[in-house]
Nanobody
Framework: QVQLVESGGGLVQAGDSLRLSCAAS????????MGWFRQAPGKERAFVAS????????TYADSVKGRFTISRDNAKNTVYLQMNSLKPEDTAVYYC????????????WGQGTQVTVSS
C-alpha cells in the first residue's frame, strides 16, 4: 500500500501563488506516476497535472498550462504543485494520486486539501 498526505492548501486572493505538497509513504517503490486532481463544488473530479516518477515527464490540463508546475523530490518521496496566477475558478479540493502502472488507473489517493481563491 501507498499512503499519500497533502498539505499547503489555503485561502488566497486572485493572482496569488500557492504550493501544494504530497508526501508518499509505504510501498513507494510501486509508484510509477503521481498526479494532482481537483474537484470544485458541484463538479466532477478533474485531472490537473501528472509527473512520471522516474523520468520526470509532465502532463498538464489545458486550464492550468503556463500557470501550474508539477515537480518531484524522489529523495523525499514528495510531489509538489506550484500554482501561480491563481484564479477564482481554481477553487477546489485538490487531491494527490499515484499509480503503479503508467497507463493504468490511479490506485492511491490522498485525503485532499482545500484551495480557495477569492476575487
Amino acid at each position: 500500500q501507498v499512503q499519500l498526505v497533502e498539505s499547503g492548501g489555503g485561502l488566497v486572493q486572485a493572482g496569488d501563488s500557492l504550493r501544494l505538497s504530497c508526501a508518499a509513504s509505504g510501498r513507494t517503490f510501486n509508484i510509477n506516476v503521481m498526479g494532482w486532481f481537483r474537484q470544485a463544488p458541484g463538479k466532477e473530479r478533474a485531472f490537473v497535472a501528472s509527473i512520471n516518477w522516474s523520468g520526470g515527464t509532465t502532463t498538464y490540463a489545458d486550464s492550468v498550462k503556463g500557470r501550474f508546475t508539477i515537480s518531484r523530490d524522489n529523495a523525499k518521496n514528495t510531489v509538489y504543485l506550484q500554482m501561480n496566477s491563481l484564479k477564482p475558478e481554481d477553487t477546489a479540493v485538490y487531491y494527490c494520486a499515484a499509480k503503479s502502472v503508467r497507463f493504468g488507473p490511479y490506485n492511491y489517493w490522498g485525503q485532499g486539501t482545500q484551495v480557495t481563491v477569492s476575487s
